[in-house]
């Protein structure tokens, strides 16, 4: 927990010593190196740690994400598999973005539509609910959410299929 590696910048008296890592500094020219850092606290609403580059004879102020910091006390090979696993979740991520973008940009013309049946079943089914009766909706845009939803997935059958 970051409050935990803040805590380790504490010594015995209660005075606070940035605590040394290597961070990943990037450059202008969309470069980046792990260079020396020290760390000196964290921010919580942002998530981001600050502290300066440890650099000959002066410090430039910084901030890092953690997964762009390595403190020297922790075990390099943890740290490896958390970048790693963090850049195939990403990977993964981003792949369900794309797979979601393309199921929302199918077309909608030619597919079945719901029924009168299964609108009025639908409807019947919204009033006898305790919630909606108290909030009295308008029916025409819960029926259009459903429809829209009913679309969306007639084309995530379609492209599952098509894609077996």
Same mark, same amino acid.
Request: proline residues 4%.
């Given at each position: 927990?970051?409050e935990?590696?803040?805590?380790f910048?504490?010594d015995?008296?209660?005075?606070f010593?940035?605590?040394?890592?290597r961070?990943?500094?990037?450059?202008e020219?969309?470069t980046g190196?792990?260079?020396?850092?020290?760390i000196h606290s /964290?921010?919580?609403?942002?998530?981001v !740690?600050t502290?300066?580059? =440890?650099?000959g004879q002066?410090? &430039?102020?910084? #901030?890092l994400?953690r997964?762009?910091?390595?403190?020297n006390?922790?075990?390099p090979r943890?740290?490896?598999?958390r970048v790693?696993q963090?850049h195939?979740?990403?990977? /993964?991520a981003?792949s369900q973005i794309? !797979?979601n973008?393309?199921? =929302?940009m199918?077309?909608?013309? &030619?597919l079945? #539509?719901?029924d009168?049946?299964?609108?009025n079943?639908?409807?019947?089914m919204?009033i006898s609910?305790?919630?909606?009766k108290q909030?009295?909706?308008?029916?025409?845009s819960?029926?259009y959410?459903?429809t829209?939803?009913?679309?969306?997935?007639?084309?995530?059958?379609?492209? &599952?299929?098509t894609?077996?």
């Amino acid at each position: 927990m970051p409050e935990e590696w803040i805590s380790f910048g504490y010594d015995e008296e209660g005075v606070f010593r940035p605590i040394p890592g290597r961070g990943l500094r990037k450059f202008e020219d969309n470069t980046g190196r792990w260079c020396p850092v020290l760390i000196h606290s /964290y921010d919580e609403e942002r998530q981001v !740690y600050t502290g300066y580059w =440890d650099i000959g004879q002066g410090h &430039e102020y910084t #901030e890092l994400t953690r997964i762009n910091l390595l403190f020297n006390s922790e075990d390099p090979r943890i740290f490896a598999k958390r970048v790693a696993q963090a850049h195939s979740e990403r990977i /993964y991520a981003d792949s369900q973005i794309r !797979y979601n973008f393309f199921i =929302d940009m199918m077309p909608q013309q &030619e597919l079945a #539509e719901l029924d009168t049946e299964q609108q009025n079943r639908i409807q019947a089914m919204a009033i006898s609910s305790r919630y909606l009766k108290q909030r009295n909706p308008d029916y025409n845009s819960l029926m259009y959410e459903v429809t829209m939803d009913f679309q969306r997935t007639m084309n995530l059958i379609i492209m &599952e299929k098509t894609m077996k």
